[in-house]
């Protein structure tokens, strides 16, 4: 008896106990996108190799990219060590993708103050529509996906299909209540009270927690993960963009210059690096592209303006399509975009002035910059003579007599002949 207790006690293993109550900690509160997935993943893998007890992960999301959502759910579906996925601060939310990302998790919490739902799947391309057939496949797909999530964790599901087909959402109080999550804490210090003796299920067994005097350990995010996730910003990716596209063409338009060809180039590697962790309209960049194209070449060709004000537009409908998303935190904001285009179309509308004032000016050298140059004879001039022109002593000659000390100005060169007449 005495062994067959021992043995139906030790398939339920505990963790926290001794070595192991130490309880990582990490936040996600951005948008959800590859970066965001990588580092989420990556901390669970790094958590359960470092002995950890546990991983709370702090989640305020406005939702994101399914596939990167997807990374994140089968980790949490199968992790080597018991996750809590804790929406969190008051105010925070998880919609969305967020949505999936909780449910999935082995023990879900909300603070008070906190939302969760509005799951329905949106459309990601251009013009962000599908046809009628399409959006239902898409959402009987999205259905079925959050059913087999809830089916594993014993969650509500029906809420999680009115979530996904009619984007409802709720308070925490009310995802409690209709057991949508585990439990709803103000912190983290009552959180870990409240979980202490809970029955986690992993792929390993099920394990008893115990956090009665757990220490917490805040995972900093690294300066490789600091740089990924901030490149993912689209605001951010779209700024670098803009920086590259006017750095290279100051540096063409000024060759030597270095400087600006550097930091141009620079910019656009990294916003192309961006763009492959974002859904990006490939059309916005070509009209981006088109709208730096037209202002060069109002320098070529005289539209009086025309151009410009084309190459204005283009930027302004690039901008706006350039990443094609429902999802706020996956678009360009206006508040960025409108004094980006403003200064950008400023810069190159005054680069152009620049360059057309310049070949419209008039030559002060060579042969075409003598030309209307005023002087004076020092010896009468006729079919030949000398004339003084920018303090120069020039041959001359003239299609009527002048006599010597009269004012004068070039009418043609011809070889080191100068041909003038009188003022």
């Known amino acids: ?125 251009v013009g962000g529509k599908m046809d009628e057939t399409m959006a239902k496949k898409v959402e009987n797909d999205a259905v079925a996906y959050a059913m087999g999530i809830v089916k594993k964790r014993g969650r509500n599901a029906v809420w999680i299909e009115q979530a996904v087909r009619e984007s409802v959402s709720i308070t925490a109080e009310e995802a409690l209540k209709q057991n949508v999550i585990d439990l709803i804490a103000s912190d983290i210090e009552e959180l870990l009270k409240k979980i202490d003796g809970k029955t986690i299920p992993l792929s390993s067994g099920d394990v008893i927690l115990k956090t009665k005097g757990a220490v917490i350990n805040k995972m900093e995010m690294g300066l490789r993960e600091r740089i990924l996730i901030t490149l993912s910003n689209p605001n951010i990716a779209y700024l ?98 409108i004094p980006t285009i403003i200064i950008v179309s400023l810069f190159f509308i005054a680069v152009v002035s620049l360059a057309v004032k310049a070949q419209m000016k008039k030559p002060f050298t060579g042969v075409e910059g003598m030309i209307g140059r005023e002087g004076k004879t020092i010896t009468p001039v006729y079919t030949d003579g000398k004339v003084l022109v920018k303090g120069e002593r020039w041959n001359a000659f003239s299609r009527e007599s002048i006599e010597k000390g009269t004012d004068v100005h070039v009418i043609s060169v011809k070889g080191l002949n100068l041909e003038v007449e009188k003022i």
Do not use: C, W
Not at 78 to 102: C, D, E, K, Q
Not at 267 to 286: D, E, H, K, R, W
Not at 288 to 315: N, P
């Open 240 to 337: 670098l963009m803009m920086i590259g596209l006017a750095g290279l063409y100051f540096e063409f338009a000024n060759p030597g210059a270095i400087l600006p060809g550097v930091v141009g180039g620079i910019s656009l590697i990294l916003a192309f690096f961006a763009m492959q962790t974002l859904p990006v309209n490939y059309a916005g960049i070509a009209l981006i592209i088109f709208g730096i194209i037209l202002f060069i070449a109002e320098i070529k060709i005289v539209s009086h303006g025309m151009l410009s004000v084309a190459g204005v537009i283009s930027l302004v409908l690039g901008s706006v399509m350039l990443f094609d998303s429902f999802v706020p935190a996956l678009r360009v904001s206006f508040s960025v975009m």
């Open 1 to 125: 008896m005495a062994v067959l207790f021992f043995v139906i006690g030790g398939a339920v293993q505990s963790f926290g106990e001794g070595e192991k109550n130490i309880f990582d900690v990490i936040t996600v509160d951005s948008a959800i996108t590859p970066a965001v997935a990588k580092y989420v993943t990556g901390a669970i893998d790094q958590s359960g190799t470092d002995g950890s007890a546990g991983i709370i992960i702090l989640l305020d999301t406005p939702g994101g990219l399914d596939l990167s959502m997807r990374d994140i759910v089968k980790k949490l579906l199968s992790p080597p060590l018991p996750v809590i996925v804790f929406v969190y601060p008051s105010g925070a939310r998880a919609a969305s993708a967020g949505v999936m990302i909780t449910m999935a998790a082995p023990l879900a919490a909300m603070a008070p103050g906190t939302n969760i739902g509005a799951a329905h799947p949106v459309a990601i391309g």
